[in-house]
C-alpha cells in the first residue's frame, strides 16, 4: 500500500499486535476511504473484530501506526482516541444493549454521555433513529421483548444516534434468519447513504459481504493479504483469496 492520504479516514501501517506467542497482526496495512462501504472477511479468529477495537483505542497494539483523518493516534495517550470514538458509531456483535434500560434510554445513552443534547434534542434524535431503522413507536418496551432481529435494528439505532462520520458494524446478521439478514443489509445500506458515513462492517456472510459492500478486504495470517471490489476479488491471483472466496461462496 502507498502511504497515507487525505482521501483516507483511517491509515494503519505495520500493525503488530500478539497475546503472548499468538500472533494476531504481523505487519497489518490497511486504507478505509473516505464515504466508501468496506467489508474485512477472513477465517474465524483471524482478528477482524480485535482490528475494529484497535481503531478505536479499545485494544491497544504493540507497534504501528494508526491515523484517523492524518493524525497520528498515538499509544501512549488516549486522547487521540478519545475524539476517534466521538465520531465514530459502533454496533458490537451481541447488540450489547442494556437490559437494564428500555429502547427509548439505550439510543439515548451515547447522547447522554456527550452532554451535548437537551433533553427535546435527545427526544427528537431517538424517536429520527427509530423511524431510520423501521421501528417507529417502541421506544418503551425493553430489550428482553425484543426478538432478535429487532435487538440488531436497535442497537443499530443508538449507533447512528450521534449522527457519526464512520459506523463500524461487527457480525450485524449472525444469527438472523434470511429474512432478517435481508432487512439489515438493506438498513446497513441505507444508513450510510442517509448519513454519509464511512461504513466498516466485519462479517462471516459473504453473501452479503459481495452483496453490499464498494470494497472487501481479507485478514490472514496478520495480514490484508487483498482488497478490491467484489468482482475484483473473485478474479484475484493470490490463491488463499481465491480459495477462501470460492469455499464460501460456492
Not at 467489508?39 to 484517523?68: C, H, N, Q, Y
Request: hydrophobic residues 40%; aromatic residues 6%; proline residues 4%.
Amino acid at each position: 500500500m502507498g502511504e497515507p492520504d487525505s482521501d483516507n479516514v483511517f491509515s494503519v501501517r505495520g500493525l503488530r499486535k500478539s497475546f503472548g506467542p499468538n500472533v494476531v497482526f504481523d505487519g497489518l496495512d490497511l486504507d478505509v476511504r473516505r464515504g466508501e462501504f468496506m467489508t474485512l472477511i477472513g477465517g474465524s479468529g483471524s482478528g477482524k473484530s480485535l482490528l475494529l477495537k484497535s481503531l478505536l483505542g479499545l485494544a491497544p497494539v504493540d507497534e504501528g501506526s494508526i491515523r484517523f483523518e492524518g493524525e497520528e493516534l498515538r499509544g501512549d495517550t488516549d486522547d487521540g482516541f478519545r475524539r476517534v470514538r466521538e465520531q465514530v458509531g459502533m454496533l458490537f456483535q451481541a447488540s450489547a444493549l442494556f437490559d437494564s434500560l428500555d429502547v427509548y434510554e439505550n439510543i439515548a445513552y451515547p447522547l447522554r454521555v456527550k452532554r451535548e443534547a437537551d433533553e427535546a434534542k435527545i427526544h427528537r434524535v431517538v424517536c429520527e433513529s427509530l423511524k431510520l431503522i423501521g421501528l417507529p413507536g417502541i421506544e418503551r418496551m425493553w430489550p428482553a421483548d425484543l426478538s432478535g432481529g429487532m435487538k440488531k435494528r436497535v442497537a443499530l439505532a443508538r449507533a447512528v444516534a450521534v449522527r457519526p462520520k464512520v459506523i463500524f458494524y461487527d457480525e450485524p446478521t449472525e444469527g438472523l434468519d434470511p429474512i432478517n439478514v435481508t432487512r439489515v443489509n438493506r438498513l446497513l445500506l441505507g444508513l450510510s447513504r442517509i448519513l454519509d458515513a464511512t461504513t466498516v462492517v466485519v462479517t462471516h456472510n459473504m453473501e452479503s459481504a459481495f452483496g453490499i459492500s464498494d470494497r472487501v478486504a481479507m485478514l490472514h495470517d496478520g495480514r490484508i493479504i487483498g482488497s478490491g471490489t467484489p468482482d475484483e476479488m473473485r478474479r484475484v491471483d493470490d490463491r488463499r483469496v481465491r480459495e477462501f472466496v470460492d469455499a464460501v461462496l460456492d
